[in-house]
């Protein structure tokens, strides 16, 4: 079979859609935000529960590809106990990890495995939506306020 | 019957010989999205634009009096094909959702009071809901939905039990486009009939597919796209009864659908032109009519039979597969299979299918709310056109099966 | 500033090297009626269909991906070319006619109340006229009209003095398609402003001859057709500022247009595609792409100069014959005139021109309130495209000459 | 100057443009009939008087090009005095004058000069609708009742 696409899809991303982390509602969010892609439909609705500027909680519901719940997954996951200026740069460089069009390597941005899982979007910019809807939509709703 | 010769029939299609970035021969199995167009068709269109363009409806000039010419030739040519009464009936549009949207807002929107009811089907494609559903909840109408059995069939006793005399209009699809259902369109519209009903069919998913007549389904409007059938973009028929599109306000307003103007009172043309407004699409109609004639000369029926063997073919090699499974078992069936594999979200299996050149739609297919209904969130679909292939089908089924082993 | 090399133009467009059926090559001076297809257009709508064609937003496999790309690529070509602040104002129609409807049933219509009033011009294009006719009249409200000057530019006293806190819309043309004359938009829409009144502008005469720029307009609509830009027919571009597309209705129902939908409730996505149900129209989109990109790369401004002065020298040489009257004197024109001959009627005066191969517009030109206002029953109408040439005047005035001498 | 399109021009036919029989309003009409040409925007009125199955007067009014004035002239004054079944025949015969589709030559279908005049419209098929536009209005709506 296909070993390029067997890339994009690696293990901790299978692993990651299959049993995500922090799936489900989170009662007390702070913020609720709506991941779309209109290409696809898939869609995630994001909790996350903000005080004192740091991500107390984080979770996520809905309905996508293995590589966009496998993101959501982390994205909740990673920003727990984040501070605000923290999760800017953390989606900033996952953002970076997963563009086609950024220079620097994904290992020379971080040797964090858990993001460098998902740098074969790299590969498969028709994908890369799937691996950034959600970030994006925390980066656009949230982090620009 | 000669049966329909496809080796000829892919030499007639240039995106059939494309290669997708990878370098794989693509396997186009999109069908009910939109169409491949054949070279005749832009053949058509170059002809147009090199040979005798100009406005229609206008010039006394030569090009201007051959342009329109073209135009009126086009919708002559359109009537035939779905077997009008007369080429009157014919009104261009945008396309199907642009029809369904035409007939909401002049057909539909003047007559509804609160209290009325508009039946659709759980098979809509959301052209042929959110309109109705719009309206519905504007004036205070209620919306009614014919309920599917387990087969994907539309239930005709619930059917019959929501016409009454307080139902608006049926709007009706006349082929699941996720389903591939293939309603009984004619019954149906009887049934609306005898409560004096008028029936909209959408036949979007019908018309590049099998013969389609009218009249014989004396459905009161129909509408469909030209993408859909081979011909261009942004072009699509709203078939009407001539006294309906008589009776009904212009769907819109602006030049050449007039005949006297004031600054405070218009006085409009007869049909079709009252409805058509505006600048027409010349080349959308050009090109859908080189997309007739292309079909006319392969024959609608040969078409029809080669895209039934294969959606068979397909049916039962999906249903051999490990893990995979069939949504509906109509008893008629268009060339439209939608199913899911254990493990793998739709999307996942159009992506390795896409890595192959094997191009095949997920989600949702613009019908939500059935989606909700069957209970899955999407669903992976292949739609088969007049150049598919068996080995097309072998194919899929080889990635499938490796999909099947990845993710299960 | 380099001229435009109308010599290495013409050769762009087929249409120009045709002959009529009585061997007279094409002196296509109806340019405000449609324009000709330079052959980057054909390319464009080939190479698509030869390509790299699918349905647009929805599939993620090759080509529908690039497919989607082709048509975002076009908004931004557009938004681009019209000076918009993003790709989301820039909403794809069927031309200018759909676009003003749909801001009528929209915009207008919801918010419209008896003794309301909408300002259009006595220079509006039919299209520009009815639909706010229409809509006036079916509330209750008033359509007012401002008036011409001898000169046939709008008074400008008689346009403030119509806008008051009832005023709902002015509807205003940037260039009359009868008379020529170019009207001072940026002006206009000011002094609409200070009354808080919002200004669509009918830009379909200008966007293919002048720089536009929307913003410097500070227009809250602005509509236009591929079809007079040397672009396709079928397309057409309503820009709408993206918090006034944010708050109106969706302008039509249907799949792509939607976040989430049930049978009794729909999501809306977000602008432009909110206002874009169904299948795009993608070859119009590509093919309008390629004729923007095949006038930037000559120059809008070079376009806008050779226009110009072909139209100087018609003026003057009609001026000069005998027996001839323009219609109109503006301070600024764009590339139409409007003549009489006497004792020759428009028709006739068309049809000897067209007999030598020479293509002009006879008649009311879709301002039939304008004609009435003028009390002229039509006119005969030249009007220029970037491949005119000097040449064709003199071919249009001989005939003039001829006509005048046999009807007179 | 071209001859051709000057042969569509007749003198009767300019004359008859310039100086047209029947041009005006007709009081007491019993049949008022609309030809149009979309194609163009012409537009005649037609004004009969019909009693006892017979034409008793004829008048129309309108704006057109030459051709279609003195065709709606010609109508009206050769249908005054005619029975219906007259008007019936007169209306057929002048539409195979100026059809192009029509095999028989004009002048063997008729000798009246004022109706010939129009035949040059064979040739040029783009003008049959100015000749036929009130003629085939009365077909319509007054013969096929
Ligand atoms: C000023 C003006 N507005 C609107 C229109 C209508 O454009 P379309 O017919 O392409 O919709 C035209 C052209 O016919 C026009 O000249
Ligand atoms: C059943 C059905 N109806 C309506 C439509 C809408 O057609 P279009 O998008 O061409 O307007 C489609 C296709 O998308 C369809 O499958």
Redesign the interface.
């Known amino acids: 079979?296909?070993e390029?696409?067997?890339g994009?899809?690696k293990t901790q991303i299978?692993a990651h859609?299959?049993n995500p982390f922090q799936e489900g509602e989170l009662e007390g969010a702070t913020h609720v935000l709506?991941a779309?892609n209109?290409?696809?439909?898939?869609?995630y609705t994001l909790y996350l529960k903000i005080e004192n500027d740091r991500v107390e909680d984080a979770y996520f519901k809905g309905?996508?590809?293995?590589?966009?719940?496998a993101s959501s997954s982390i994205l909740t996951k990673k920003s727990i106990g984040k501070s605000m200026e923290e999760l800017d740069a953390l989606v900033r460089l996952f953002l970076k990890i997963v563009s086609a069009k950024e220079e620097v390597s994904p290992e020379d941005l971080t040797d964090e495995e858990e993001l460098l899982a998902f740098s074969a979007a790299r590969e498969f910019p028709?994908?890369e939506i799937?691996a950034t809807m959600s970030w994006k939509v925390v980066q656009e709703e949230l982090l620009k306020e | 019957m000669v049966h329909l010769n496809v080796n000829k029939v892919r030499k007639d299609f240039p995106m059939l010989a494309t290669a997708t970035p990878q370098g794989k021969s693509l396997a186009y199995l999109d069908n009910a999205a939109s169409t491949q167009k054949p070279r005749a068709v832009l053949e058509a269109i170059e002809g147009l634009y090199t040979g005798y363009y100009s406005n229609v409806g206008r010039g006394s000039y030569w090009p201007a009096t051959r342009a329109s010419q073209a135009f009126e030739y086009a919708r002559e040519r359109l009537a035939g094909f779905i077997h009008a009464a007369s080429a009157k009936e014919v009104v261009f549009t945008a396309g199907a959702t642009d029809g369904i949207n035409k007939v909401m807002q002049s057909f539909l929107r003047p007559k509804l009071q609160p209290g009325d009811n508009v039946v659709i089907s759980e098979q809509e494609h959301h052209a042929n809901l959110i309109p109705w559903q719009q309206a519905c909840r504007a004036v205070g109408a209620e919306l009614r939905v014919v309920r599917l059995l387990s087969t994907g069939d539309l239930d005709q006793e619930h059917y019959d039990s929501l016409l009454d005399d307080r139902t608006a209009l049926v709007a009706l699809t006349a082929v699941s486009n996720t389903l591939g259902v293939v309603n009984p369109v004619k019954e149906m519209v009887t049934a609306a009939h005898q409560h004096g009903i008028r029936v909209l069919i959408d036949a979007a998913q019908h018309v590049g597919h099998s013969p389609t007549d009218v009249q014989a389904w004396d459905a009161d409007f129909v509408v469909f796209s030209g993408h859909k059938m081979y011909g261009p973009t942004g072009i699509g028929v709203l078939y009407g009864k001539a006294e309906l599109l008589r009776e009904t306000p212009p769907m819109a307003f602006g030049g050449g659908a007039i005949r006297d103007v004031g600054f405070q009172e218009t006085l409009f043309a007869d049909i079709p032109h009252k409805h058509e407004p505006g600048t027409p699409n010349l080349e959308g109609a050009v090109g859908l009519a080189a997309a007739i004639e292309y079909l006319q000369g392969l024959g609608m029926r040969q078409i029809h039979e080669h895209t039934e063997h294969l959606t068979q073919y397909a049916v039962m090699r999906i249903e051999g597969q490990e893990g995979a499974s069939i949504l509906g078992n109509p008893k008629l069936r268009a060339p439209v299979v939608s199913f899911t594999v254990e493990g793998a979200h739709p999307h996942d299996i159009a992506g390795f299918l896409a890595e192959e050149g094997i191009a095949i739609r997920a989600g949702h297919h613009c019908t939500q709310p059935l989606m909700d209904q069957l209970g899955v969130p999407g669903t992976a679909r292949v739609s088969f056109g007049m150049y598919n292939v068996k080995e097309e089908i072998d194919l899929l089924m080889d990635v499938l099966k490796e999909v099947h082993a990845f993710f299960a």
């Not at chain 1, 209109?38 to 869609?43: A, E, L, N, Q, R």
């Open positions: 079979m296909n390029r696409i067997k994009l899809y299978l859609s299959k709506q779309y209109s290409m696809c439909g898939d869609k309905y996508g590809c293995a590589i966009s719940k028709e994908r799937c």
